[in-house]
């Protein structure tokens, strides 16, 4: 017999105020904050019965601790689903939630799954990246891979080497307009609807509530930028201001085939038109979504031109400036990343992909003559992930591009 593949769309998406490592929630446990956001779903979506959730699948890079024992399924009992409710871990670096969103919606769109929660959470504060972990010594002693490309940084500043044209001055301008875009959208109260109140405990500082993101430098300046240290190479141009930090939070989002999402009275925000995942040298690990992106829009039978959004993860500067130089977009284009990046709110690794989509849906909202819009992000080890959506409300207008 054959399927008749179901459009698959993004209903709603929310997340934790991003922390610092070691900062409001350096005593919080990481599937806690996972936890509030399922929860929170269901409280956003009441006409959704929780025994209709089919799958939960939830993203961490290190899964061991309290982001360990198969979360997804563990997270889902901790927030009272059915028992009915499956639930599954996933690991991608970070994509993982992205991965954790396009592995779900695959089995919405071939009828195995109608209502899947799917996400991410990473505690940088109580598990680094690459805690525990033990390489196979013939990753370096055969030299598949680079030992520099097992520090992301190391890797940022070999896509300065590669690309001389992306200076440090290009891509401190660049950290300069994230804090200042992610300040303004703030102001204009476009974050704070997928922002979840999370309750924090210090025992030095009793119970408090986090509520916005911590990692926020608003009053970052070129000067302020121009004097920090290039910890990854000697004179080199990566530093903790053009990059993401090391942070903490959690996101989830719920998808749903078309038409359960309105048989159930859910409002989509947006539609999967196509997802792809590229290999690259994990030596240049920013450069991933060139090859991703150039997949995902052949499979849509889509160029660069009929974007008319982009969310850009900002591991890097430079990796962001990459793939905007490789479609010839201008650094500054009203159509990148215009409410902030992580530069500004952070990067909890797996859990960063759904935050894109915040902000994608957030562009769609905004304005209805955008029609198709990208999610992308690079990978560590050399990968790339992206996805096409569609804006759902969009009003049939041609949105005219300028490079």
């Excluded at 996972?34 to 699948?57: F, G, Q, T």
């Excluded at 926020?216 to 121009?226: A, D, K």
């Excluded at 290039?230 to 930090?245: I, L």
Aim: glycine share 10%; with cysteine; charged share 20%.
């Amino acid at each position: 017999m054959s399927r008749q593949l179901r459009d698959v769309v993004f209903v709603d998406g929310v997340r934790t105020p991003f922390g610092r490592s070691k900062g409001q929630y350096a005593e919080t446990r990481a599937d806690d904050l996972v936890i509030k956001c399922m929860r929170e779903l269901l409280r956003r979506n009441p006409s959704l019965p929780p025994e209709r959730i089919d799958e939960v699948a939830i993203a961490a890079t290190t899964q061991i601790g309290d982001q360990g024992l198969t979360l997804g399924r563990t997270a889902g009992i901790l927030a009272g689903l059915p028992t009915t409710v499956p639930g599954f871990a996933i690991d991608r670096m970070c994509a993982g939630a992205l991965t954790a969103v396009t592995t779900t919606a695959g089995g919405i769109a071939f009828g195995s799954y109608d209502v899947v929660i799917a996400g991410g959470v990473e505690h940088m504060g109580r598990h680094p990246m690459g805690e525990g972990v033990d390489p196979n010594p013939r990753i370096i002693s055969e030299k598949l891979v680079d030992p520099e490309a097992l520090a992301m940084g190391n890797t940022a500043e070999n896509l300065h080497d590669r690309y001389p044209a992306i200076t440090k001055e290009r891509a401190d301008a660049f950290a300069v307009r994230s804090q200042q875009k992610a300040a303004a959208a703030y102001e204009a109260g476009i974050i704070q609807p997928d922002l979840v109140p999370i309750a924090t405990r210090s025992a030095e500082d009793g119970w408090g509530l986090a509520t916005t993101d911590e990692p926020m430098r608003p009053q970052t300046t070129m000067e302020s930028l121009g004097a920090l240290k290039t910890p990854f190479r000697s004179h080199g141009r990566v530093t903790a201001g053009n990059a993401a930090g090391i942070n903490d939070g959690a996101t989830a989002a719920l998808l749903a085939a078309e038409p359960v999402a309105r048989e159930l009275g859910l409002e989509p925000k947006m539609r999967l038109v196509s997802f792809s995942y590229a290999g690259i040298e994990a030596e240049f690990m920013g450069a991933g979504p060139i090859p991703s992106t150039e997949k995902a829009l052949a499979q849509a039978g889509l160029t660069i031109d009929d974007i008319d959004a982009f969310e850009i993860n900002e591991a890097f500067a430079v990796q962001v400036l990459s793939l905007l130089d490789h479609y010839g977009i201008a650094d500054d284009d009203a159509r990148v990343n215009p409410f902030g990046g992580a530069i500004a709110f952070g990067h909890p690794l797996a859990s960063s992909g759904v935050r894109l989509m915040n902000q994608l849906a957030a562009q769609f909202k905004q304005d209805p003559a955008k029609r198709y819009g990208i999610t992308t992000m690079c990978v560590g080890l050399g990968q790339g992930a992206t996805v096409v959506w569609e804006n759902v409300n969009w009003n049939g207008e041609k949105k005219e591009n300028a490079k």
